[in-house]
Nanobody, 115 residues
Framework: QVQLVESGGGLVQPGGSLRLSCAAS????????MDWYRQAPGKQRELVAS???????NYAGSVKGRFTISRDNAKNTVYLQMNSLKPEDTGVYYC?????????WGQGTQVTVSS
C-alpha cells in the first residue's frame, strides 16, 4: 500500500525558508515521478514542483528560482526547499505520485507565511 507522509510545515515570516519532507512507503521513489502541490484557501489545488524518475525538474512560474525539489533515494524521501517565502505561498502542501493508474496523496502540511 502506497503511503505518503508530509512534514515540515509551519508559520514563517515573509522572506523566510522552510523545507518540506515527504516520506514514501509502498513505492520506490527512484523509479517514480514525484510532485508537490499546494492548495490555498478558496483556491484549486495547483502543481508547484515535479521531479521525474530521470531527474527532470519542473516548477510553477510563481515559485521558480525560490523553490527546489529534491530526492533522497536512500531514505525514499522527497523534499521541497522553499526560500524567499511570500504570503501568497500560504496553503496546504501535498506530496503526490501517480502509480498504476491511481493518484496517491499525502495528508498535507500547512504552510503559513505571515508577519
Amino acid at each position: 500500500q502506497v503511503q505518503l507522509v508530509e512534514s515540515g510545515g509551519g508559520l514563517v515570516q515573509p522572506g523566510g525558508s522552510l523545507r518540506l519532507s515527504c516520506a514514501a512507503s509502498g513505492i520506490i521513489i527512484s523509479i517514480n515521478a514525484m510532485d508537490w502541490y499546494r492548495q490555498a484557501p478558496g483556491k484549486q489545488r495547483e502543481l508547484v514542483a515535479s521531479s521525474s524518475s530521470g531527474g527532470y525538474r519542473n516548477y510553477a512560474g510563481s515559485v521558480k528560482g525560490r523553490f527546489t525539489i529534491s530526492r533522497d533515494n536512500a531514505k525514499n524521501t522527497v523534499y521541497l526547499q522553499m526560500n524567499s517565502l511570500k504570503p501568497e505561498d500560504t496553503g496546504v502542501y501535498y506530496c503526490n505520485t501517480f502509480l498504476g493508474g491511481k493518484n496517491y496523496w499525502g495528508q498535507g502540511t500547512q504552510v503559513t507565511v505571515s508577519s
